[in-house]
Protein backbone atom coordinates (compact mmCIF):
# COMPACT_ATOMS: atom_id res chain seq x y z
CA UNK A 1 0.00 0.00 0.00
CA UNK A 2 2.72 2.41 0.67
CA UNK A 3 4.51 1.97 -2.56
CA UNK A 4 1.07 2.52 -4.15
CA UNK A 5 0.99 5.90 -2.56
CA UNK A 6 3.92 6.62 -3.12
CA UNK A 7 3.87 5.92 -6.64
CA UNK A 8 0.71 7.83 -7.50
CA UNK A 9 2.78 11.30 -5.75
CA UNK A 10 5.63 10.56 -8.15
CA UNK A 11 3.56 10.48 -10.75
CA UNK A 12 1.31 13.61 -9.66
CA UNK A 13 4.31 15.11 -9.00
CA UNK A 14 6.19 14.38 -12.42
CA UNK A 15 3.00 15.47 -14.09
CA UNK A 16 3.11 18.94 -12.59
CA UNK A 17 6.96 19.30 -13.51
CA UNK A 18 6.77 18.40 -17.14
CA UNK A 19 4.11 20.72 -17.65
CA UNK A 20 4.99 23.42 -15.14
CA UNK A 21 5.88 27.03 -15.75
CA UNK A 22 7.10 28.14 -12.54
CA UNK A 23 7.59 31.46 -11.48
CA UNK A 24 10.19 33.00 -9.23
CA UNK A 25 10.20 36.43 -6.87
CA UNK A 26 10.48 37.24 -3.19
CA UNK A 27 8.22 36.96 -0.37
CA UNK A 28 7.45 38.81 2.80
CA UNK A 29 5.03 37.60 5.65
CA UNK A 30 3.89 38.51 9.52
CA UNK A 31 3.10 35.76 11.91
CA UNK A 32 0.13 37.49 13.89
CA UNK A 33 -0.01 34.88 16.98
CA UNK A 34 3.23 32.97 16.70
CA UNK A 35 6.04 35.32 18.50
CA UNK A 36 4.64 38.36 15.94
CA UNK A 37 7.40 38.61 13.96
CA UNK A 38 8.18 39.63 10.10
CA UNK A 39 9.86 37.58 8.01
CA UNK A 40 11.58 37.57 4.28
CA UNK A 41 12.32 35.28 1.75
CA UNK A 42 12.18 33.72 -1.65
CA UNK A 43 8.92 31.59 -3.41
CA UNK A 44 8.33 29.25 -6.44
CA UNK A 45 4.97 29.70 -7.66
CA UNK A 46 3.06 27.50 -10.26
CA UNK A 47 -0.57 26.49 -11.32
CA UNK A 48 -0.84 23.72 -9.05
CA UNK A 49 2.03 24.19 -5.98
CA UNK A 50 3.82 27.14 -4.27
CA UNK A 51 7.11 26.81 -2.15
CA UNK A 52 8.36 29.23 0.09
CA UNK A 53 11.49 29.74 2.15
CA UNK A 54 11.62 32.71 4.80
CA UNK A 55 14.05 34.44 7.30
CA UNK A 56 12.88 36.01 10.22
CA UNK A 57 15.05 37.91 12.86
CA UNK A 58 13.56 40.33 15.27
CA UNK A 59 15.56 41.84 18.70
CA UNK A 60 14.06 43.19 21.33
CA UNK A 61 15.18 44.97 24.21
CA UNK A 62 13.14 45.35 27.64
CA UNK A 63 14.41 47.63 30.14
CA UNK A 64 13.03 48.15 33.64
CA UNK A 65 13.88 49.11 36.88
CA UNK A 66 15.41 45.68 37.94
CA UNK A 67 17.12 44.90 35.47
CA UNK A 68 17.98 44.76 31.45
CA UNK A 69 16.71 41.79 28.99
CA UNK A 70 17.71 41.69 25.37
CA UNK A 71 16.15 39.04 23.21
CA UNK A 72 17.09 38.09 20.34
CA UNK A 73 15.07 35.71 17.72
CA UNK A 74 15.89 33.75 14.95
CA UNK A 75 13.35 31.79 12.57
CA UNK A 76 13.41 29.64 9.39
CA UNK A 77 10.69 28.46 7.35
CA UNK A 78 10.49 26.23 4.77
CA UNK A 79 6.84 25.47 3.55
CA UNK A 80 4.85 24.11 0.54
CA UNK A 81 1.46 24.20 -0.33
CA UNK A 82 -1.16 22.30 -3.12
CA UNK A 83 -3.16 25.12 -4.88
CA UNK A 84 -6.77 24.80 -6.29
CA UNK A 85 -7.88 27.40 -8.38
CA UNK A 86 -11.32 28.49 -7.34
CA UNK A 87 -11.59 31.34 -10.41
CA UNK A 88 -11.26 34.87 -10.12
CA UNK A 89 -7.53 34.89 -9.27
CA UNK A 90 -8.58 33.35 -5.71
CA UNK A 91 -7.15 30.20 -4.96
CA UNK A 92 -7.41 27.78 -1.85
CA UNK A 93 -4.10 26.39 -0.57
CA UNK A 94 -3.48 23.43 1.58
CA UNK A 95 0.22 22.19 2.80
CA UNK A 96 2.95 21.97 5.30
CA UNK A 97 5.38 23.73 6.99
CA UNK A 98 8.82 23.06 8.60
CA UNK A 99 9.83 26.43 11.17
CA UNK A 100 13.26 26.29 13.33
CA UNK A 101 13.81 29.06 15.82
CA UNK A 102 16.35 30.07 18.26
CA UNK A 103 15.62 32.55 20.54
CA UNK A 104 18.49 33.98 22.73
CA UNK A 105 17.51 36.24 26.17
CA UNK A 106 20.84 38.00 27.70
CA UNK A 107 20.01 38.64 31.48
CA UNK A 108 22.20 41.62 32.47
CA UNK A 109 23.71 40.94 35.71
CA UNK A 110 23.91 37.11 35.36
CA UNK A 111 26.25 34.98 34.73
CA UNK A 112 24.24 32.98 31.43
CA UNK A 113 22.30 33.37 28.47
CA UNK A 114 18.80 31.36 28.70
CA UNK A 115 18.76 29.86 24.83
CA UNK A 116 15.42 28.03 23.47
CA UNK A 117 15.49 26.22 20.13
CA UNK A 118 12.44 25.32 18.98
CA UNK A 119 11.41 22.83 15.46
CA UNK A 120 7.90 22.44 14.53
CA UNK A 121 5.78 20.76 11.50
CA UNK A 122 2.25 22.59 10.86
CA UNK A 123 -0.23 21.44 8.30
CA UNK A 124 -1.23 24.28 6.86
CA UNK A 125 -4.21 26.12 5.34
CA UNK A 126 -5.12 29.17 3.16
CA UNK A 127 -6.24 31.38 0.64
CA UNK A 128 -4.11 33.45 -1.54
CA UNK A 129 -5.63 36.32 -3.89
CA UNK A 130 -3.98 37.35 -7.14
CA UNK A 131 -3.72 41.23 -6.80
CA UNK A 132 -2.15 41.67 -10.63
CA UNK A 133 0.16 39.96 -12.78
CA UNK A 134 3.04 39.90 -10.19
CA UNK A 135 1.55 40.23 -7.10
CA UNK A 136 0.14 37.47 -4.79
CA UNK A 137 -1.88 38.67 -1.17
CA UNK A 138 -1.81 35.26 0.66
CA UNK A 139 -3.32 34.42 4.10
CA UNK A 140 -3.30 31.37 6.07
CA UNK A 141 -3.30 29.68 9.26
CA UNK A 142 -1.65 26.62 10.61
CA UNK A 143 -4.60 24.34 10.68
CA UNK A 144 -2.10 21.69 13.25
CA UNK A 145 1.32 21.70 14.63
CA UNK A 146 3.68 19.62 16.52
CA UNK A 147 6.32 21.43 18.61
CA UNK A 148 9.86 20.58 20.59
CA UNK A 149 11.69 23.06 22.25
CA UNK A 150 14.71 22.70 23.83
CA UNK A 151 16.52 24.30 26.56
CA UNK A 152 20.68 24.85 26.93
CA UNK A 153 19.59 25.03 31.13
CA UNK A 154 20.73 22.22 33.58
CA UNK A 155 17.89 20.13 34.37
CA UNK A 156 15.54 21.17 31.93
CA UNK A 157 13.68 18.39 29.59
CA UNK A 158 12.57 18.92 26.17
CA UNK A 159 8.91 19.76 26.20
CA UNK A 160 6.46 18.38 23.10
CA UNK A 161 3.28 20.43 22.47
CA UNK A 162 0.54 20.07 19.95
CA UNK A 163 -1.20 23.65 18.98
CA UNK A 164 -4.45 23.63 17.19
CA UNK A 165 -5.28 27.02 14.94
CA UNK A 166 -2.04 29.20 16.08
CA UNK A 167 -2.60 32.45 14.81
CA UNK A 168 -2.48 33.56 10.95
CA UNK A 169 0.41 34.35 8.71
CA UNK A 170 -0.31 37.25 6.44
CA UNK A 171 1.94 37.30 3.39
CA UNK A 172 2.39 39.22 0.07
CA UNK A 173 4.59 37.87 -2.68
CA UNK A 174 6.27 39.89 -5.72
CA UNK A 175 6.97 37.71 -8.64
CA UNK A 176 9.92 38.65 -11.12
CA UNK A 177 8.74 36.54 -14.36
Known amino acids: MKKLILAAVVAVLAATAVSATPRFGGTTKYNVGQGSRPAVGIALEEEMFNATLT ?13 NQETTDFGLTVAGNYKHQLGGGNTLLAGLGFTSTKNTTDLTGTASDVELTSTGIEVNVGVQKELSDNVLLTV ?22 TKIIDGVKVGFTFLIN
Open 140 to 161: ESPLVGIWTTKSDQANTEDQKS
Open 55 to 67: ISNDKVTNVSFQS
